[in-house]
């Protein structure tokens, strides 16, 4: 399976080569599974386009296209030097949401691992740093553990972390329904 031409498009939105290159490199040592499972494993917490098979790559394009859009606005001008960053933590994002190893749910503490895997995985330090720093937040508020309620995961520090979080939240309203054909 070439991991990268699920994300042709969303790739291309990527101007600097080398952010490119890694944003390449990780989306090909992303887990299989991701290519396969749902956004939400419940089903609860996405809209119908994120659920079923594949469901998990539909939100990831979502988030990205949503972000794209709203880079276009005067209102983000301040973020259009770091597109690159959050494109590419989008598409990161959740990509190892079942964990390390396939579990059958969903893990709370997904952006961790991501985050973990993301400075473990890239060939370059800083970026992957500041890739990690992106997704470690992008749950926002829902930052607990699901099954005992301790708080595991930071919530966004800086604007281009809320950014982030808010991306990921637009796409994962069940209200908001997406077309991809557009």
């Known amino acids: ?7 042709i498009m969303e790739l291309d939105l990527i101007q600097d080569p080398e952010i490119k290159k890694i944003a390449e ?10 290519f396969e499972v749902a956004a939400s494993s419940t089903g609860k917490y996405h809209p119908q386009y994120a659920l079923g098979k594949g469901g998990l790559v539909r939100h990831t394009k979502a988030a990205v296209r949503i972000a ?3 880079l276009k606005l005067e209102m983000f001008n ?34 961790l691992i991501a985050s973990e895997k993301i400075i473990e995985l890239c060939t370059n330090q800083e970026i992957g740093y500041q890739l990690s720093n992106l997704i470690i937040s992008h749950m926002g508020q829902w930052n607990t553990d699901w099954k005992n309620g301790q708080e595991i995961l930071p919530k966004p520090e800086s604007k281009i972390q809320a950014f982030v979080h808010l991306c990921d939240y637009l796409a994962s309203r069940k209200f908001l329904e997406f077309n991809f054909e557009a």
Not at 1 to 7: C, D, G, I, P, Q
Not at 25 to 34: A, S, T
Not at 92 to 105: C, M, P, T
């Open 1 to 7: 399976m070439n991991k990268t031409e699920f994300f």
């Open 25 to 34: 490199e990780l989306i090909g040592q992303l887990p299989d599974y991701f």
């Open 68 to 70: 794209n859009d709203l």
């Open 78 to 111: 301040w973020l259009s030097e770091k597109k690159d960053l959050i494109i590419t933590a989008l598409l990161l994002h959740d990509g190892w949401k079942h964990g390390a190893e396939y579990q059958q749910y969903a893990r709370a503490d997904h952006p």
